[in-house]
């Protein structure tokens, strides 16, 4: 079970990854990089079946940080949303050479 | 009948984060990130992790999905059909990047059981005996209380943070 469950953690790890780099919508890409922490979530659950309860407990912590993340997250879109009046990651280019 | 319910729910949980990323509706993808949470707490579950299980249901696919819901709408890009996938040398570079990541975690999980480092550490039958014992609540909060007390405490100080932040920056006049 170890093994397979480390598998699809790397291979949700690697779908969030190309959503991040292939999609242009803000929103999408905050969602891609929440695949990304449930991967690396899946894979601490599954070891600590092996090492101890503590993986358990990072994946508490984890999961109250994305929640902070989100909503912080979400806080700056709805802001660049009222200035540029889109979300596409593109358009926000001031800071671009 | 363990491996069979973790096939199925690996498959939904993979076809879920596809669909994530190549819906073009965002609200499309919400609901295929929420089938992809609830199939990753079945497997939770089924790694004998039922309190995480629960966090996850209600937490991840119950609060924070929500958000996400809740500023789709606020901002009215339910209907933003328009592609916006990247086309070109971007996505040829995407594709690479993603191919070398995926091979380097590949080659992590290479004989991952028969490691000799697992041998210091409790092993199923120590973790079996825990939970037989607390019960799988006792043994989450005995050491979130004891010794990670202070990482504990942090935490409630940065959701205080994060949401006077969120308050802060969501403002109409700044």
């Known amino acids: 079970m170890l093994a ?33 922490l449930n991967a ?19 994946v508490f912590f984890v999961m109250t940080v994305a929640a902070a993340e989100a909503a912080v997250g979400l806080a700056i879109i709805i802001s ?18 | 009948m363990l491996e069979v319910s973790f096939f199925v729910l690996a498959t939904m949980a993979l076809g879920g984060a596809i669909g ?39 937490v991840y696919a119950g609060a924070i999905m929500v958000l996400f819901l809740f ?6 890009l339910g209907h933003a059909h328009e592609a916006d996938l990247r086309k070109g040398v971007g996505a040829f570079a995407a594709f690479g990047v993603v191919g070398a990541l995926a ?16 041998r210091l550490f409790p092993g199923p039958e120590g973790m079996d005996r825990l939970l037989a014992e607390r019960g799988i609540v006792g043994a989450i909060a005995t050491p979130l209380f004891t010794d990670y007390l202070v990482a504990f405490e942090l935490v409630g100080i940065l959701l205080l943070v994060a949401l006077v932040g969120a308050v802060a920056l969501a403002k109409k006049s700044v």
């Open chain 1, 80 to 97: 660049i949303f009222r200035h540029y009046e889109t979300v596409h990651v593109e358009r926000f280019n001031l800071l671009k050479w």
């Open chain 2, 20 to 58: 994530v990323v190549l819906h073009r509706s965002p609200v499309g993808s919400l609901l295929f990130m929420v089938g992809t949470l609830a199939s990753i707490a079945g497997i939770f579950v089924l790694l004998e992790a039922h309190f995480l299980a629960a966090i996850q249901v209600i």
């Open chain 1, 40 to 58: 690396v979530n899946l894979s601490f659950v599954a070891l600590s079946r092996y090492l101890g309860i503590e993986g358990q407990l990072f």
């Open chain 1, 4 to 36: 397979e469950a480390l598998t699809l953690s790397a291979l949700l790890f690697v779908i969030g990854a190309l959503g991040v780099l292939i999609r242009r919508n803000a929103i999408i890409v905050f969602l891609c990089i929440e695949i990304q």
């Open chain 2, 71 to 76: 500023v789709i709408m606020l901002l009215n």
């Open chain 2, 103 to 118: 091979g380097v975690l590949a080659r992590q999980l290479r004989g991952v059981e028969q490691n000799p480092i697992y």
